[in-house]
């Protein structure tokens, strides 16, 4: 693991990674749950940097069922998925706590919204620069390359810092 950045807290079973444990990954996401042949396999967790997690059974590395709740309470479901989309366009703060008076619109979930720098796109669990293509954690840490569909969504959908 010191080759990877990981770190694995738990049980080990003939060498291998097994029982109740903590793995922790490079990039500070966190699976807390059970393991079994070194997976993820039973009940567990991934708690992401922003917040968010992902509660799900698995099996041999898979999931076989999930939630995702974002960092707000908000959670994502597979069917009728309407969160800002064309059918429904409040925020989830907005569906909590109701719309601001005429005039004083919400621009993100977070009001205020964060500061985007200059020329980038905030995509949600990050900035993107169009430029190099690359998207960095609010914290300025490299998280992924955008290919082509990611790019054109994010430049299509997405705030940008002017």
Not at 71 to 98: A, N, P, S, V
């Amino acid at each position: 693991m010191q080759y990877t950045g990981s770190k694995y807290i738990g049980e080990y079973v003939d060498g291998r990674m097994e029982g109740k444990a903590e793995y922790i990954l490079p990039t500070e996401t966190r699976y807390v749950g059970e393991m079994k042949d070194g997976m993820f396999h039973g009940e567990g967790t991934l708690y992401f940097p922003s917040g968010s997690q992902y509660d799900a059974i698995w099996e041999k590395g898979l999931v076989v069922k999930g939630t995702y709740t974002f960092e707000d309470g908000l959670q994502y479901e597979g069917k009728h998925w309407h969160y800002c989309d064309g059918y429904d366009r409040r925020f989830y703060t907005e569906i909590c706590h109701g719309l601001k008076p005429t005039g004083i619109s919400q621009l993100s979930n977070m009001d205020p919204p964060r500061k985007i720098p200059k020329g980038s796109y905030d995509c949600g669990d990050g900035f993107y620069n169009p430029i190099t293509r690359i998207v960095k954690d609010y914290k300025g840490r490299f998280l992924r390359n955008a290919d082509d569909d990611e790019h054109e969504w994010i430049v299509r959908t997405c705030r940008k810092g002017w």
